[in-house]
């Protein structure tokens, strides 16, 4: 009897130790191969590939000169932003939201920004609303604006959807059969969704554009959700739900 207590005595000393062990163990983050933003988050992940996207380069074609940088004081990468006319560039509202801004960058060319414009319903509560804002630029940009979508019934579920944004601050292009439209939601309905099927938008991405097949601006890039380290799912705020308000911004501003 008594052996058998000591016995039981040294398994639970055994155990606690384990068990404190295992409390100051430090979690170990997978090494996963996403496009990293331009904050701290740069420190932790390495960056090797992009999966899923063309980076574009000097020997790559940049078929998409509308989608440019978004810099603040210092000429600092925030965002991106896509050219919607001469001297208008579309924009997530969370990126210009209370930033210094400075110039919109596009084929290695600064636009001096003279007015941003947030939507006047934008709010950071929940997963968002309204996320879009307007950048009213000094003198009109040479590169050919893109075309917004203005029919909701253009957008077709399983149609293919080509983004193109800064993540890294390095432009990127997702390939085809990258990314599909699977739809909204009825809690969000002024946002499209499209899956992390096979690449991922990041956090630079923001304010960057979603083309449907067509070729028309269909969404502003806005947020992702992440899960056990993974991103799946990503959201873009519709455009067509926001060209009333955006062509009365662009008479007022003109």
Not at 147 to 169: A, I, M, N, W
Request: charged content about 25%; aromatic content about 10%.
């Amino acid at each position: 009897m008594k052996y058998l207590r000591l016995a039981a005595i040294s398994f639970a000393v055994v155990f606690v130790v384990l068990l404190l062990k295992h409390k100051e163990a430090k979690p170990v983050l997978p090494k996963i191969n996403l496009p990293s933003p331009a904050t701290v988050i740069d420190d932790f992940l390495e960056v090797e590939s992009y999966p899923g996207f063309t980076v574009v380069t000097d020997d790559c074609a940049d078929t998409y000169k509308c989608v440019g940088e978004i810099l603040v004081t210092n000429s600092r990468f925030i965002g991106s932003g896509t050219l919607i006319a001469p001297k208008v560039v579309v924009t997530a509202a969370h990126v210009i939201k209370d930033s210094e801004l400075e110039y919109f960058r596009t084929n290695n060319q600064c636009y001096k920004i003279r007015k941003s414009v947030m939507h006047p319903d934008y709010t950071e509560e929940g997963s968002g609303k309204n996320d879009i804002g307007l950048l009213f630029l000094e003198e009109a940009c040479l590169e050919t604006p893109a075309v917004l979508q203005t029919d909701p019934q253009e957008l077709k579920r399983g149609e293919l959807l080509t983004t193109v944004g800064f993540s890294h601050k390095i432009k990127k292009i997702s390939n085809e059969h990258t990314f599909w439209y699977y739809g909204t939601i009825v809690e969000q309905p002024t946002y499209i969704r499209f899956l992390a099927y096979k690449g991922n938008i990041w956090l630079g991405d923001s304010g960057g554009a979603v083309f449907e097949d067509g070729g028309k601006l269909t969404g502003v890039i806005s947020a992702l959700m992440i899960m056990e380290y993974s991103v799946v799912d990503q959201i873009a705020t519709r455009v067509d739900l926001y060209v009333p308000w955006i062509r009365q911004m662009e008479k007022i501003n003109e």
